[in-house]
């Protein structure tokens, strides 16, 4: 696909299918991405993530490298920000959280179940740690790096109000639409 793109010509201002279509798609950027995107997929393969550096990785690089691999490669198949100013790269990552996030639920049921915890506890207890753990990293190096720690604190700040509003805001808002629109029933009362 790249070759064929990389011998078009560049668009006139004149008339024409490929003109046009420059316009809308901007043949251009279509050759960028597909660039980045194969640029993306191949650089999976190195231990840290250059050519330099996978030269120069130790065996817990390397271990590290082989448990995420899976992770990197899903990663690598989202689609890189040159296509369509973004958008295709973030609708595309939002469709992956929610499935991460239906993964993530799923295997926390089983795990509480083979263990015997209720889901709630499951759910206040593991996922809640699970998700807490990233943030709680992100904030301790930025703590390290900066004499302030201003970082830190928008980080603990955002990542809880985020949680708070997003969390718990758009599934009562949700549900509150639900109920509005189904009306009462014996159920709900």
């Given at each position: 696909?790249?070759?064929v793109?990389d011998a ?44 330099e550096e ?32 973004g ?30 915890l209720?889901?709630i ?18 904030s ?5 790096e ?8 928008v980080?603990?700040?955002?990542s809880n ?24 029933t014996?159920e709900w009362?």
């Open positions: 696909l790249t070759v793109l078009v010509p560049p668009a006139e201002e004149g008339g024409g299918l490929l003109a046009s279509l420059d316009r809308i798609v901007n043949l251009a950027m279509v050759v960028q991405g597909c660039r980045d995107w194969a640029q993306q997929l191949l650089d999976t393969r190195y231990v840290n993530g250059s050519a996978h030269a120069e990785a130790s065996g817990t690089d390397w271990a590290l490298h082989v448990i995420s691999f899976p992770w990197k490669v899903l990663g690598a198949l989202l689609p890189p920000s040159s296509f369509f100013g958008w295709l790269t973030f609708w595309t990552t939002l469709g992956y959280l929610a499935v991460v996030t239906a993964c993530v639920s799923d295997l926390a049921e089983l795990f509480g179940c083979v263990v015997g209720p889901d506890v499951t759910a206040v207890t593991l996922v809640a740690l699970g998700t807490s753990m990233p943030d709680l990293f992100a301790l190096a930025a703590a390290k900066d004499p302030t720690a201003d970082a830190s604190v980080n603990v700040t955002g109000s985020v949680n708070v509003f997003l969390g718990l805001g758009v599934p009562w808002s949700l549900a509150a639409v639900y109920w509005q629109v189904k009306g009462r014996p009362e």
